[in-house]
């Protein structure tokens, strides 16, 4: 499957694939730990794909999976889909609930009859139990991220309806005294019990920081839209930089600071708004 080319313009970093010559030295900025992993695009080539059942056309990077001494409420990969491709039975599990945004190309996501064309920034909440399918019937190479959790019930409270919108359209929020230089886009309402999990883009301009090490019960996916940026993890300060991704274990202290030129964008993953299970 060919891959795509970053564009000068492109708002989110696509460009995967392919293979480094044999005179590439080895080493990268791929790291394992307890607390976190960050995995660098220059390590998202062809061999390391997978092939889902029941999709066509379709390419994936998982980015991260529930493992054994690593983050464990959901899944998330990079997906390519080539034209034509797709899948009409995308989930193999009724229970569980998907996220996905579009990062580059066109995505037609049909939920309960009704159809949604997904354009760069797109974004849609799946319901667990939802008929739903994703079919690229554009010419290009369509590439999406796609957050998978089990859904929690809670009591008292229905289930959430299917969401779709475009990030573009959603006005993000300043974090208090930056300014405006730190703010979110919060794509799920936060404030809604029935999301057992968010998901937002966070965007610093250059100078802009986290000023303290964020140390709390969520994990996190973070996956670099744009930019760059030293992040720190536990007790490392790491250099991340667009098409990077960081898994964030419970408690992993975090904090960042944006060095520019341009902003640092980066896709968020959180699990919230539930009791701890003892």
């Known amino acids: ?18 293979h ?25 080539r062809d061999i390391v794909t997978s092939v889902f059942p029941e999709w066509t056309g379709t390419r994936a990077w998982v ?23 797709g899948s009409q039975k995308p989930e193999p599990q009724a229970e569980v609930q998907s996220f996905i945004f579009v990062v580059a190309g066109v995505l037609t996501v049909t ?23 994703v079919l690229n019937n554009g010419g290009d190479i369509t590439t999406f991220h796609w957050i998978r959790k089990r859904y ?50 966070v965007t610093f301009e250059p100078g802009a920081s ?3 090490a964020e140390t709390h019960v969520m994990e996190h996916g973070l996956y670099v839209l744009e930019g760059k940026a030293v992040y720190r993890l536990n007790a490392d300060w790491v250099e991340v930089e667009a098409g990077d991704y960081m898994s964030l274990r419970a408690f992993c202290p975090q904090a960042c600071y944006a060095g ?9 993953y959180k699990d919230q708004n539930r009791q701890i299970a003892l």
Not at 63 to 85: C, D, K, W
């Open 1 to 18: 499957m060919p891959n795509i080319e970053t564009r000068a313009d492109a708002s989110y970093y696509t460009n995967y694939g392919g």
């Open 20 to 44: 480094p010559p044999q005179t590439d030295l080895l080493t990268d900025r791929a790291i394992v730990t307890e607390a976190y992993t960050v995995i660098p695009r220059g390590v998202l």
């Open 63 to 85: 980015l991260n999976r529930p493992v054994a001494g690593g983050s464990t409420t959901f899944a998330q990969s990079i997906v390519e889909v080539t034209p034509g491709g």
């Open 111 to 133: 939920i309960n009859g009704t159809e949604h064309k997904l354009e760069e920034g797109g974004f849609a909440y799946v319901p667990a139990g939802a008929d739903w399918s």
């Open 152 to 201: 929690e019930p809670l009591a008292g409270v229905a289930a959430p309806g299917a969401v779709v919108g475009n990030e573009k359209d959603v006005v993000p929020g300043a974090m208090p005294g930056t300014e405006g230089k730190w703010r979110t886009t919060r794509m799920l309402d936060p404030e809604d019990l029935a999301f057992d999990f968010g998901v937002n883009i």
């Open 210 to 212: 986290i000023p303290f």
């Open 260 to 268: 520019g030129p341009s902003n640092f964008r980066y896709l968020l």
